[in-house]
C-alpha cells in the first residue's frame, strides 16, 4: 500500500470515526438550547465549550460531518453513475448522439460549477435535496468526460474488434468490455471528487444557500461563528480544522487510488 493511500485511509478512519462511532457514546442533545450558558469555554460537560445559543460544539461538529459524507457521497454516486453511463453511450455510439451529450457538457463547463448551484438553489430554495440536486448537476460532467475518452479508446482494441464480429450486442459489450476499463478511472476521480463537493456544500452553507440552517453543518457553524471569531474562536476554529483534515484525506485517497491502479 503506498504512502498516499496509507494517510488518507487514516485521515478518513478518524473523520468516520468522530463523526458516527463517537455520537453513539456521547448522548448529547446538538439542538438543546441553553441561553444561560452561550459561548461558554471548555468543560467536562461540554468538551469544546458552546455556542451563541448554549449548544454543545462538540456534538455539533459530530453531526456537521455526517451531513457533509452523506451529501458528498450521495452527490457523488449520482455524479459519477450519470456521468458513467452517457459517457460510454457517448463514446461508443458516438454521431449525434455523442454530439448531443457533449455539447450539454460543453454548455454546462461553460458556467462556473459553484455559480450554477447558487442560482438552481437562489431559485428553487434551499434545502438538502436541492443542494444534492444542484451539485449532482454540476458533477456528472466531469465523469461524463472521462468515460467518453476512456470509451474511445477502448473501443478500438482488437479484442472488442473480435467481440463485436462474433455477433456480441453493444449492451454486452459495453458492460462486459468497455466498462471494466472505466471503473478505476472513475473511482479515482470520485475519490479526489468527494473534497469539492464538500468544499462546495460547506461554502454553499456558509452562504446560507446550502444546507438549511437548523441542521448544525460545518459550513453553517462557521458563518454562525464568525461574529464571534474575537470571543470564542472555537466556532470557527474546529468546523475548519475538520474540513481541512476531510479534504487533505480525500485528496491523499485520491492520489493513493490513481497510484494503486497504475501500478506505482
Known amino acids: 500500500m503506498n504512502f498516499s493511500l496509507k494517510i488518507g485511509i487514516v485521515l478518513l478512519l478518524f473523520i468516520i470515526i468522530f463523526s458516527f462511532i463517537i455520537p453513539i457514546f456521547y448522548n448529547v442533545n446538538p439542538?438543546?438550547?441553553?441561553?444561560?450558558?452561550?459561548?461558554?469555554?471548555p468543560s467536562l460537560k461540554h468538551p469544546l465549550g458552546t455556542d451563541d445559543y448554549g449548544r454543545d460544539i462538540l456534538k455539533r461538529l459530530m453531526i456537521g460531518g455526517q451531513i457533509s459524507l452523506e451529501i458528498?457521497?450521495?452527490?457523488?454516486?449520482?455524479?459519477?453513475?450519470?456521468?458513467?453511463?452517457?459517457?460510454?453511450?457517448?463514446?461508443?455510439y458516438g454521431g449525434i448522439i455523442d454530439e448531443i451529450i457533449m455539447r450539454i457538457v460543453d454548455i454546462l463547463l461553460s458556467f462556473?460549477?459553484?455559480?450554477?448551484?447558487?442560482?438552481?438553489?437562489?431559485?428553487?430554495g434551499n434545502s438538502i435535496l436541492n443542494l444534492i440536486l444542484a451539485l449532482s448537476?454540476?458533477?456528472?460532467?466531469?465523469?461524463?468526460?472521462?468515460?467518453?475518452?476512456?470509451?474511445?479508446?477502448?473501443?478500438?482494441?482488437?479484442?472488442?474488434?473480435?467481440?463485436?464480429?462474433?455477433?456480441?450486442?453493444?449492451?454486452?459489450?459495453?458492460?462486459?468490455?468497455i466498462l471494466p476499463s472505466v471503473i478505476p478511472i472513475?473511482?479515482?476521480?470520485?475519490?479526489?471528487?468527494?473534497?469539492?463537493?464538500?468544499?462546495?456544500?460547506?461554502g454553499l452553507s456558509?452562504?446560507?444557500?446550502?444546507?438549511?440552517?437548523?441542521?448544525?453543518?460545518?459550513g453553517n457553524m462557521i458563518n454562525a461563528g464568525r461574529n464571534y471569531i474575537l470571543i470564542n474562536t472555537n466556532l470557527i476554529l474546529f468546523p475548519s480544522i475538520l474540513?481541512?483534515?476531510?479534504?487533505?484525506?480525500?485528496?491523499?485517497?485520491?492520489?493513493?487510488?490513481?497510484?494503486?491502479?497504475?501500478?506505482?
Not at 465523469?143 to 453493444?170: H, M, N, P, V, W
Open 137 to 177: 448537476l454540476m458533477g456528472w460532467v466531469v465523469y461524463a468526460r472521462l468515460s467518453r475518452g476512456i470509451t474511445l479508446k477502448t473501443k478500438q482494441e482488437d479484442y472488442i474488434l473480435s467481440t463485436r464480429a462474433l455477433g456480441a450486442g453493444d449492451i454486452y459489450i459495453m458492460f462486459k468490455h
Open 186 to 202: 472513475i473511482i479515482v476521480q470520485a475519490s479526489l471528487g468527494v473534497s469539492s463537493v464538500i468544499i462546495a456544500e460547506t
Open 72 to 92: 458528498s457521497f450521495i452527490v457523488i454516486f449520482f455524479s459519477s453513475s450519470i456521468g458513467l453511463i452517457l459517457g460510454i453511450i457517448a463514446g461508443y
Open 31 to 41: 439542538m438543546k438550547l441553553d441561553l444561560s450558558n452561550d459561548l461558554a469555554p
Open 206 to 218: 456558509f452562504l446560507g444557500l446550502g444546507v438549511p440552517i437548523s441542521y448544525p453543518s460545518w
Open 112 to 124: 462556473p460549477g459553484i455559480l450554477l448551484a447558487l442560482t438552481l438553489i437562489s431559485f428553487f
Open 243 to 264: 474540513l481541512i483534515i476531510t479534504v487533505i484525506g480525500f485528496n491523499y485517497l485520491g492520489e493513493g487510488l490513481r497510484k494503486f491502479f497504475s501500478g506505482h
